[in-house]
């Protein structure tokens, strides 16, 4: 039986809706209450929070899954990148109020001490130690975009899509980061011993993402 780990919340619907068009058995994933664990014909899902698919994945537990590039980021655990299904793509951005602009692009010393409020505090590492900057990272777990707004921190490290949510909380975009969308992924085990069953997964749901609107 090869495991698949499915991220829930905002992308599993991308993610279901992928393997119903792929062609893998689908009929139970369609309403899967509040099961974790949906075994069909061969293939055992497990429904995770999507923090947490890149460890299912990286300690072996599931052979293969769909991930937010922001998540596999922020993990760093080794993972073989598969697929890059082009759904959810999204922008990982720095954003504060406009009045921040000016020292974005500065010299990196005028971002030293900067407090930046992220979910993705390894992301932001990076971002702000590539330019140079020791900046003051605040791990939130969401609404991220209250602490500039209550002066918690300065600006904030976080994913956009639609931008609505900067909008309506008076922020920009200062800098791009990356963009992210959503992966298959597989375990360095299963790609070594299963490797043709992990290649016509794969084969099906890309020729799914040929098919799929973004
Ligand atoms: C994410 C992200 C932003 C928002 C961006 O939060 O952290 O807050 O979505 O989306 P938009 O550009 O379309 O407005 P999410 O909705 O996952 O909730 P959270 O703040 O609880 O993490």
Not at 51 to 71: H, K, Q
Not at 113 to 122: H, L
Request: proline letters at 6%.
């Amino acid at each position: 039986m090869l495991t698949i780990a499915l991220p829930t919340g905002r992308v599993f619907s991308q993610a279901a809706e992928l393997i119903r068009r792929a062609g893998l058995p689908s009929k139970e994933l369609s309403s899967p209450g509040r099961r974790l664990v949906i075994e069909e014909e061969g293939i055992r899902y497990i429904l995770a929070k999507p923090t947490d698919v890149p460890l299912y994945v990286g300690y072996g537990t599931a052979d293969l899954a769909f991930a937010g590039g922001d998540v596999l980021l922020e993990s760093g655990m080794p993972l073989v990148e598969l697929l890059d299904t082009e759904q959810g793509r999204c922008s990982v951005v720095v954003a504060g109020p406009p009045s921040l602009s000016c020292r974005f692009h500065g010299h990196a010393s005028e971002l030293m001490g900067m407090k930046v409020a992220t979910k993705y505090p390894r992301i932001a590492d990076n971002y702000f130690s590539s330019r140079g900057a020791q900046v003051d990272i605040l791990h939130l777990h969401g609404s991220i975009e209250l602490a500039p707004k209550l002066g918690l921190a300065d600006c904030i490290l976080d994913i956009v899509q639609t931008g609505n949510t900067l909008r309506a909380n008076f922020l920009e975009i200062l800098e791009e980061v990356c963009t992210v969308s959503l992966r298959l992924v597989g375990s360095r085990k299963s790609i070594a011993f299963r490797w043709p069953e992990v290649r016509e997964i794969r084969r099906k749901i890309e020729e799914a993402v040929k098919e799929m609107p973004l």
